[in-house]
């Protein structure tokens, strides 16, 4: 194949965190072989929520190349170990779903396995006791992931808070210096060959034609390309996940500044509190079909730590995801691929995997059907294991003080998930593909911590004396306790290493 037969221009559409993180990871993939251009309207504006990640978005920014410190200071980012659930099992539940593993030692199986015969045989044993992210968490305190298999620093794990805009404007800055060019103007109509129906160019209001050959959507909800165009289909997951509004306000921090989001659940769905260093992110997420907007408002003014900074915004959705994310010359990457309601901040890591996908995919001018169809499958398979992730939350629940639990708590499940939760019951079995976006760690966490119990450990491990177990578990308990003891303070450890912003408040 000749050089000539490679994409030479590639258009994004929209400038939201998905736009520019994927016009910055194709600029530095693609090595500048391509020209890209990224088409935004002001005036339309972006969604401007989404200040949670999971650790990935660690790999990510080190694929671009960012400076850490940097990021952190231009999104007032803060450290977030894991989430903190409030009364979701039942009211007065609370367990956290850290970040890296539990135990000292990677191996996960043993660990767990060890930790449910003692528990079974009456051990009181708090799974958190052995999580150093966990702990970290409750003492309010960071400090550097280990690279090295010997340091118990080898099981921790982290992600970000952030602004979201100032992501999303950090990342333009970066993008346009490897070379990306940006157009300012409302795409109002768009061009396709009448033939293959593929998009050859997009027209502004301004009257200016954008011409490309591979046309990236990140449009948002609407899908300007994928959906108002193609009519790629949706696949409405609200029977699973019937969440489908949320309220967003931020307020002034009151108290330490602590490195994890909390979510606790409301009487119709969930309220977020995520740490920044200049304000705290709050949102209340909710199903229309239980509850009145004005009373989600006033229940999430009436839960803000402090007075508001600003008016409440309220947000609609469709939980489900877009039925081909890559449709002819179109690829579809953040809220226009679809969207699965933000309880574990799973749409940016979306957006980063999707990236990665097209990159591993990314089409030559003949736009082979059988490449898109395996990058369709992948994320196909993405989207389901994250809605099943999700579903769990709601569905194993013992809570009676609503209609919305009562409804998730009988409503019927997907197969795939019904499976899992029989084989962890039967005796703590979790069996988790390779590409699975959620670990081990963290379906063991929600899985125990919206109250399902094993009722049996692996045959593997019951010639082992229990004894020797239990020692074993309080030297960890102990070692644990004293690495988080040595820990600094989370704001301090971010005023250390240069990660405070000027304009942030003081913590
Ligand atoms: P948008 O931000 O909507 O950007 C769309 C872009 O397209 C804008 O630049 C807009 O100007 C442009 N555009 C649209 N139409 C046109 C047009 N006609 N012409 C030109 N330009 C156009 N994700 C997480 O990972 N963690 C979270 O904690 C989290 N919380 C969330 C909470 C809520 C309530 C919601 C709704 C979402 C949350 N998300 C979260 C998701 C996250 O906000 C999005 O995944 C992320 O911001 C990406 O959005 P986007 O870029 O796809 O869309």
């Given at each position: 194949m000749s050089d000539d037969a490679w994409i030479s221009k590639v258009v994004i559409v929209g400038g939201g965190s998905a736009g520019w993180m994927t016009a910055a990871a194709l600029a530095r993939g693609l090595d500048r072989r391509c020209q890209i251009q990224v088409v935004e309207s002001q005036d339309i504006?972006?969604?401007?929520v989404g200040e949670a990640t999971i650790p990935p978005i660690r790999l990510f920014n080190a694929m671009l190349g960012l400076d850490e410190a940097e990021f952190m200071r231009e999104t007032k980012a803060t450290y977030k170990l894991g989430i903190e659930f409030r009364d979701?099992?039942?009211?007065?539940d609370r367990y956290f779903h850290p970040f890296g593993v539990y135990?000292?030692?990677?191996?996960?199986g043993h660990f767990f396995q060890y930790w449910l015969k003692l528990s079974l045989a009456g051990e009181p044993l708090?799974?958190?006791?052995?999580?150093l992210c966990a702990q970290a968490a409750q003492a309010g305190r960071f400090d550097r992931q280990s690279d090295?298999?010997?340091?118990?620093?080898?099981t921790f794990g982290s992600a970000y808070h952030f602004d979201t805009i100032l992501y999303g404007q950090y990342l333009r800055r970066f993008a346009q210096g490897l070379g990306v060019a940006r157009t300012e103007g409302e795409v109002v109509a768009v061009d396709q060959?009448?033939?293959?129906?593929?998009?050859?160019a997009i027209q502004l209001k301004s009257g200016q034609r954008v011409e490309g050959e591979l046309f990236i959507d990140c449009?948002?909800?609407?899908?300007?390309?994928?959906?108002?165009?193609?009519?790629?289909g949706y696949d409405d997951w609200s029977s699973y996940l019937p969440m489908d509004r949320a309220a967003a306000v931020p307020c002034e921090r009151r108290g330490p500044l602590s490195p994890f989001t909390t979510s606790t659940a409301r009487e119709a769905g969930w309220q977020w509190r995520i740490p920044l260093q200049h304000r705290v992110g709050n949102g209340y997420v909710y199903s229309s079909q239980f509850i009145a907007d004005d009373q989600v408002v006033e229940a999430l003014l009436g839960n803000l730590?402090?007075?508001?900074?600003?008016e409440a915004r309220l947000l609609r959705f469709t939980t489900g995801r877009r039925?081909?994310?890559?449709d002819r010359n179109v690829v579809a990457i953040g809220l226009s691929s679809g969207f699965l309601e933000p309880l574990e901040s799973t749409s940016i890591h979306l957006i980063q995997a999707s990236i990665n996908k097209l990159l591993q995919h990314?089409?030559?001018?003949?736009?082979?059907p059988a490449n898109r169809d395996a990058f369709n499958r992948r994320i196909q398979a993405d989207t389901e294991t994250i809605r099943d992730f999700l579903i769990l939350h709601y569905h194993a629940t013992d809570r009676d003080d609503g209609d919305l639990w009562r409804y998730v708590r009988d409503m019927p499940i997907p197969d795939s998930l019904a499976e899992r939760i029989a084989l962890f019951r039967e005796r703590g079995q979790l069996v988790i593909g390779p590409?699975?976006?959620?670990t081990p760690t963290s379906w063991l966490a929600v899985l125990l911590g919206q109250?399902?119990?094993?009722r049996s450990y692996t045959?593997?491990?019951?010639?082992?004396d229990s004894r020797a177990i239990a020692n074993g578990f309080r030297g960890m308990k102990a070692q644990i306790a004293r690495r988080v003891e040595a820990m600094p303070n989370h704001a301090d450890y971010l005023k250390r290493h240069g990660?405070?912003?000027?304009d942030a408040v003081i913590a």
């Open positions: 504006g972006v969604v401007g979701w099992g039942r009211a007065g135990g000292l030692n990677p191996e996960m708090a799974l958190s006791d052995y999580s090295d298999p010997r340091d118990p620093m080898s060959d009448p033939q293959t129906g593929f998009v050859t449009s948002g909800f609407k899908g300007l390309l994928i959906e108002q165009t193609l009519k790629a730590e402090s007075p508001p900074l600003a039925r081909k994310t890559w990314f089409p030559d001018r003949s736009f082979s590409d699975e976006m959620f109250n399902i119990r094993p045959p593997l491990v019951a010639g082992h990660m405070w912003a000027a």
